[in-house]
Structures are given as C-alpha cells and as structure tokens.
T-cell receptor, first 113, second 115 residues
Framework: AQSVTQPDIHITVSEGASLELRCNYS??????LFWYVQSPGQGLQLLLK??????LVQGIKGFEAEFKRSQSSFNLRKPSVHWSDAAEYFC???????????FGTGTSLTVIP | DTGVSQNPRHKITKRGQNVTFRCDPI?????LYWYRQTLGQGPEFLTY????????KSRLLSDRFSAERPKGSFSTLEIQRTEQGDSAMYLC?????????????FGPGTRLTVL
C-alpha cells in the first residue's frame, strides 16, 4: 500500500539558516510527488511537484526538492529561511491508479529571529 | 482564476444535527475532491467527482456522509446526525482532467466543531 512518512513532526530553525524537510514514500511504481504548505487559516498551497525528468525540481518561494528513487525520498530544501516560511508542510504522493493523494502527517516549521 | 472557495469557513453544531458544506472549484476544473483533516494529521481522502459523477469513495465516508455535484460545478458535502468524532477541517480541492498527473488545488477549508 502507498504511504508517505514525514519523520520530523516539528522543526525549529533560525531565520537565514538553511532548511531541509524529509519525506519518504512507499509506492510500487513511479510516484508523482508534491509538497504543499499550509499556513494557519489558509488552505494548502502547492510549493512544487515532481512527475518525471529532472530529479531536482524548483518551486515557489525559493523552495526546491530532490527526488531520490534509491532512497524513496523527496526532501524539501530552502537555502535561507524567512520568518514568513513558518507553517505546516505536507508531502503527498499521487498514484497511477485511483485519483487521490496520500499525505504525510506534516512537519511544523518554526522560524526564530 | 479565483481559486477554490468553501463556505462556511467555520461551523459549530450540536451532536445529532445535520450540516452541509459547499465547495466552488476553479471554473475550468472538472475534477473535485473532498478531504478531511484532523488535528496533527495530513488530509485524508473522502470522495472524488469527475464532472457530476461521483467516481470514488473512501471507507472513511460512512452512511451519514453524502456528497453531490449536481451540475458538475459546485459540490456539497452533508453530514447527518453529526458526532463529536466528525470534528475536523473539511477540505475541497479541484483539478483539470490530466489523468494521474493532475495537480490538485485546495480551498481554505471548513472547520467543523461538534459539541
């Protein structure tokens, strides 16, 4: 069965520091991978997605993610975090069969000045 | 592109009452999804429409839940005889029909509190 694991429930970083949020998936075929961000009172906003091709994908707000098939991972990175990046981040996998996304449990990011 | 909208944003109800939520998808999107998100969890799939046809339902969608999309545009999600366990954020998403490469765009959600 397909699943998504986000090992870090909560991460705290200093403003200006680099960030990496981990995501591991379990799926038998090539997955379609997404990162969404959710701010309080807001809906989920798409940061970036991977379907095929270049394994390093660029997204909005300076985020990037790298698909590593050998590690079943799709980690999200940002070189310099801004205070406005504080939010909940969700990794999701879309599968070839069916039409639903499977989401991880999320990583809550706190940015300290 | 006005995005996905959901109404109401918040709903407080007493146990046993019925509630109905509305979702208006992005206008050119023919796929519409409902998810439920509880505290500390990621969204969980409930059901999915392609145009007016409801094509998939999760086991999470008990008999008390019903969803419609009568004209292939907006959708409603009704919960009958609400229970405290129904308290959650109900999210709607929409997408174009691009098969398994669909990207889903989410609305702000309706937060339901059952007292």
């Amino acid at each position: 069965a397909q699943s998504v694991t986000q090992p870090d429930i909560h991460i705290t970083v200093s403003e200006g520091a680099s960030l990496e949020l981990r995501c591991n998936y379990s799926y038998g075929a090539t997955p379609y991978l997404f990162w969404y961000v959710q701010s309080p009172g807001q809906g989920l906003q798409l940061l970036l997605k991977y379907f095929s091709g270049d394994t390093l994908v660029q997204g909005i707000k300076g985020f990037e993610a790298e698909f590593k098939r050998s590690q079943s991972s799709f980690n999200l990175r940002k070189p310099s975090v801004h205070w406005s990046d504080a939010a909940e981040y969700f990794c999701a996998v879309g599968v070839r069969t069916g039409n639903q996304f499977y989401f991880g449990t999320g990583t809550s990011l706190t940015v300290i000045p | 592109d006005t995005g996905v909208s959901q109404n109401p944003r918040h709903k407080i109800t007493k146990r046993g009452q019925n509630v109905t939520f509305r979702c208006d998808p992005i206008s050119e999107h023919n796929r519409l999804y409902w998810y439920r998100q509880t505290l500390g969890q990621g969204p969980e799939f409930l059901t999915y429409f392609q145009n007016e046809a409801q094509l998939e339902k999760s086991r999470l969608l008990s008999d008390r839940f019903s969803a419609e999309r009568p004209k292939g545009s907006f959708s409603t999600l009704e919960i009958q005889r609400t229970e405290q366990g129904d308290s959650a954020m109900y999210l709607c998403a929409s997408s174009r029909n691009r098969g398994y490469r669909d990207t889903q765009y989410f609305g702000p959600g309706t937060r339901l509190t059952v007292l």
